[in-house]
């Protein structure tokens, strides 16, 4: 259940923004946030634990944290509803207007993307449920093909760029390939509050799609040319916001391995979409008064979809971007600097070492949110280092 969840948009975005800061540096965030995304979770998990009840961690955070807690924890949702469902219809108008061959412009594509998804998250959870395993399924079949045929033109010596000064801009596409806990509350009832069996399933669920991030990351990275001519590069995926599938679909030069490049990519962006759709829904419906009787579903609906729809027609290449507002922004508000807040009243009268943790990883959130409000507003560029492409 947590690695499926976990696997997500963000693998698709993520060996682009990995692949100009180089291999090693990635990996390194990457272990390093999976460290920190694993503690966090058991903050949450731990909480759940002992409070004895099914409860989600919005009453979570407000038992620990009051109303100030419920605040943040609604605008980081917010932000995380909206910035999930724009990622996906930029990322999926993207991925089919290439799957078309041009035949389909990319705002065509995002119409009918968001028409027959929407239309399958609709369905019903029972359908949504069954429709997605059957796309699950052939989400790993995908997967494994084109991690095959990519492996095949990997060229080691692109493994040697390093540029550690570019990795503070990768942490938020990171931090989003790595977000699993909105499912710890169905874990823990799952588990029945065996905070042993918890801690397991956190551990094994998370440590597989960093594994799999990782094979997709040294896969595209030694399959793409870094810049140079042409189109199918990383650095020209990173300046028009595309999926890594895209110049992996042009650049392994087999029709066949290209198509599966894009299915597999179409594949992640439905499967996903339908998952989060329902849950964006659900979100809405708990916001808006229950006075609204059968009308209050089909305000969700045109709450939760219309706002993304319209920001997408308008910005078509906000793919990358949009996973950069989620992970740097509503991730790590959720899920660093609310547990962090969590763990300081916990250690408030405890030992000081834990409260030293606490202090640290609500600085660090504030660090990395920082970096990305002011990379949105203008306020900080932080590029490539172009000398490596001269």
């Known amino acids: 259940?947590?690695?499926?969840?976990?696997?997500?948009?963000g693998i698709l975005g993520l060996p682009i923004k990995t692949g100009l800061a180089g291999v090693l540096p990635s990996l390194t965030a990457t272990l390093a946030v999976w460290v920190i995304m694993l503690a966090t979770g058991w903050i949450l998990a731990r909480g759940l634990i002992a409070s004895g009840e099914q409860i989600d961690i919005s009453t979570l955070v407000y038992r620990k944290l009051g109303m100030p807690g419920r605040v943040m924890t609604v605008v980081g949702y917010l932000v995380l509803v909206y910035g999930i469902i724009t990622?996906?219809?930029?990322?999926?108008?993207?991925v089919l207007s290439v799957l078309s061959g041009g035949g389909l412009s990319v705002n065509k594509s995002i119409l009918i993307f968001f028409a027959v998804a929407t239309f399958i998250a609709l369905l019903g959870v029972g359908l949504v449920e069954k429709i997605n395993s059957f796309l699950m399924a052939g989400l790993f079949v995908a997967f494994c093909v084109l991690l095959f045929e990519a492996a095949k033109s990997v060229d080691v010596a692109r493994f040697?760029?390093?540029?550690?000064?570019?990795?503070?801009?990768?942490?938020?596409?990171?931090?989003?390939?790595?977000?699993?806990?909105?499912?710890?509350?169905?874990?823990?009832?799952?588990?029945?509050?065996?905070?042993?069996?918890?801690?397991?399933?956190?551990?094994?669920g998370t440590l597989i799609p960093?594994?799999?991030?990782?094979?997709?990351?040294?896969a595209?990275?030694?399959a793409l040319p870094l810049?140079?001519?042409?189109?199918?590069?990383?650095?020209?995926?990173?300046?028009?916001?595309q999926a890594a599938t895209v110049p992996l679909a042009a650049a392994l030069q087999s029709a066949v391995i290209s198509r599966f490049a894009l299915i597999f990519s179409m594949v992640v962006l439905v499967s996903s979409y339908v998952l989060q759709s329902t849950a964006v829904i659900g979100f809405f419906e708990d916001l808006l008064p229950e006075s609204l009787g059968t009308r209050r579903r089909a305000a969700s609906v045109c709450l939760g979809f219309i706002p993304p729809l319209a920001v997408v027609f308008i910005y078509p290449g906000i793919f990358l971007e949009a996973l950069d507002v989620i992970g740097g922004g509503s991730v790590i508000l959720l899920f660093g600097i609310i547990p962090g807040l969590m763990l300081f009243r916990e250690s408030a009268s405890g030992r000081m070492r834990t409260r030293a943790l606490s202090i640290c990883l609500v600085l660090a959130s504030l660090f990395f949110m920082g970096i990305e409000i002011m990379q949105e507003v203008g306020l900080l560029k932080i590029s490539p280092n172009m000398e490596y492409w001269l």
């Not at 690695?3 to 997500?8: E, H, K, P, V």
């Not at 990768?170 to 931090?175: D, F, L, R, S, Y």
């Not at 810049?227 to 916001?241: D, M, P, Q, S, Y």
């Open 1 to 9: 259940m947590i690695t499926g969840t976990t696997i997500g948009i």
């Open 87 to 94: 990622a996906h219809l930029a990322g999926g108008g993207d």
């Open 160 to 204: 040697a760029h390093k540029d550690w000064g570019f990795l503070t801009s990768t942490i938020p596409i990171i931090v989003c390939a790595q977000t699993y806990q909105l499912i710890i509350p169905s874990v823990c009832r799952i588990l029945e509050n065996n905070s042993r069996a918890v801690m397991k399933a956190m551990i094994i």
């Open 210 to 218: 960093v594994a799999v991030n990782a094979l997709w990351m040294f």
């Open 220 to 222: 595209v990275v030694g």
């Open 227 to 241: 810049a140079g001519a042409g189109e199918n590069t990383i650095l020209a995926a990173f300046r028009k916001g």
